[in-house]
Nanobody, 120 residues
Framework: QVQLVESGGGLVQPGGSLRLSCAAS????????MGWYRQAPGKQRELVAA???????NYADSVKGRFTISRDNAKNTVYLQMNSLKPEDTAVYYC??????????????WGQGTQVTVSS
């Protein structure tokens, strides 16, 4: 069993910062790409940022220059540093990872989601 557990969401004022964390646990052989998605009410889930196993990154245009994705392979953890937050960043943020469990093949895994609310 592989689990992704997110933390770090909350309420923040416009212009503020938050750092999200997502730790993968279980019987893991290796982890490929990891990423963060978000879903606002009434909208489709969208990619926010992604990072490969060799730390190549890509970002949605709406967050470039404000958000930074990083990972700690030793801890099987991915982070999302969010700065200069805007009300339109309000959404449930989901962690995603391409994981190869021990004795199995790669599969797509999702966290349970963490709420980020940007409001004054």
């Amino acid at each position: 069993q592989v689990q992704l557990v997110e933390s770090g969401g909350g309420l923040v004022q416009p212009g503020g910062s938050l750092r999200l964390s997502c730790a993968a646990s279980g019987s893991i052989f290796s982890i490929g790409a990891m990423g963060w998605y978000r879903q606002a009410p009434g909208k489709q889930r969208e990619l926010v940022a992604a990072i490969t196993s060799v730390a190549s990154t890509n970002y949605a245009d709406s967050v470039k220059g404000r958000f930074t994705i990083s990972r700690d392979n030793a801890k099987n953890t991915v982070y999302l540093q969010m700065n200069s937050l805007k009300p339109e960043d309000t959404a449930v943020y989901y962690c995603n990872a391409w994981v190869r469990p021990s004795g199995s093949s790669y599969s797509d895994y999702w966290g349970q989601g963490t709420q980020v609310t940007v409001s004054s």
